[in-house]
């Protein structure tokens, strides 16, 4: 947000400078989290007291805050495990505004406001479709936090979802009536000067022509899909290597697959990498081949990078980010029209991809209205 627009923000008295902090489970790698960070370093900029609070330990992305922000991590084992800190933190510190994202993070944050004598503005952030990502979930511990969101989202200050089949599933799902849209603030300077990083020596001979994906490797993230798709790419001619960037729990499940299908030589998992946009813009297609999401960022910032890409048609954002463009989604699962497509984009002699309508996914776009909710 220009300072313009902060400036007739806080003369018409709907924002005030405060205190505000974000609750995150850990900093181990998740796009959420990644998001929160971004949130935390925009609302610093505007001049807003920013306290970030991690419930569980690891750091990966704790050099990416802004020094000056104020950091505390609890280091338990578990989310739930942070209530009585965090509430004594919040008090202690004068907290007058509370952001969490992710549905532990966001139980524990609401249940704060019940412990607190002072009024906290509590907004919960959902970052993912929560039907979807709870049916991975054993049949007692699913059906928990599906009474738990029921009883206790209505509780929030606000609501946030950050795409509309977020939203429609809280609604429809849970019976939240009120939830705003809030895209993440995906794009910044970062992704642009992040993309033209010093690539070591050996990385051109290493992959060559390669197709790319990127995320956790987890069942929701679908890499399985992009495998065995990749595997019918290279029967059809495609001479092309497979770089998935990413570290999970699915890795020697992933590993072993690259193995049964005989793709050894062609497919790379080098783990997770602090900057993943020097890979998008040398990729030949970028593939997001999801289950379901949230909001997919890294589709959005390879679309920022001008690259080819391809997305599964998956609840939770990727049809509403690409405007429903067919040609450059398949349905999800289905490998073949995987790679039916890939080998359609990849044979393609186009000039330069210019992607529209990208702002709205912008640091830029976004804070201000975070400021807005939050009563800052």
């Known amino acids: 947000m220009h300072f313009a627009g902060l400036a007739y923000l806080v003369l018409n008295g709907e924002v005030s400078m405060g205190k505000v902090a ?133 509780f929030a200050t606000q609501v946030i979802a950050v795409s509309t089949d977020v939203a429609s599933d809280l609604k429809k799902n849970y019976g939240i009536k009120s939830v705003d849209v809030i895209y993440n603030p995906v794009l910044d300077k970062e992704v642009g000067a992040g993309a033209f990083g010093a690539v070591n020596s050996s990385y051109k001979g290493k992959y060559g022509a390669f197709i790319l994906g990127v995320g956790r490797l987890t069942h929701q993230k679908g890499f399985d899909i992009l495998i065995n798709g990749f595997q019918d790419i290279r029967k059809n001619g495609g001479d092309y290597n497979l770089v998935i960037l990413g570290e999970g729990e699915l890795r020697e499940d992933l590993e072993a697959l690259v193995k049964k299908l005989k793709l050894e030589p062609y497919v790379f998992m080098p783990g997770f990498v602090e900057n993943p946009f020097e890979y998008m813009v040398r990729s030949e297609l970028f593939i997001l081949s999801s289950r379901w999401e949230g909001l997919p960022g890294v589709l959005i910032q390879a679309m920022a990078l001008n690259c080819n890409v391809l997305s599964a048609k998956c609840e939770g954002g990727s049809s509403e980010i690409l405007r429903g463009n067919d040609l450059r989604l398949f349905d999800v699962g289905n490998v073949l029209d995987l790679s039916q497509k890939a080998n359609q984009l990849l044979q393609q002699k186009e000039g330069a991809i210019i992607y529209d309508d990208l702002d709205r996914f912008h640091v830029t776009s976004v804070i201000y209205k975070y400021i807005k909710v939050l009563k800052l």
């Open 22 to 154: 974000l609750f995150v489970p850990d900093l181990v790698g998740g796009g959420a989290e990644r998001q929160m960070v971004r949130l935390a370093n925009a609302l610093h900029m505007q001049g807003h007291d920013v306290h970030f609070i991690v419930a569980k330990k690891g750091m990966v992305y704790k050099a990416e805050l802004n020094i000056g922000i104020k950091y505390k991590q609890f280091g338990k084992s578990k989310t739930m495990y942070s209530l009585f800190e965090l509430t004594a933190y919040i008090k202690e510190c004068d907290i007058t505004s509370l952001l969490s994202t992710l549905v532990h993070s966001n139980l524990i944050s609401i249940m704060v406001g019940f412990f607190v004598e002072e009024k906290v503005c509590c907004v919960v952030r959902e970052a993912n479709c929560p039907t979807k990502n709870l049916s991975t979930k054993g049949f007692f511990s699913r059906n928990i936090h599906k009474i738990l969101i029921r009883l206790l989202y209505p």
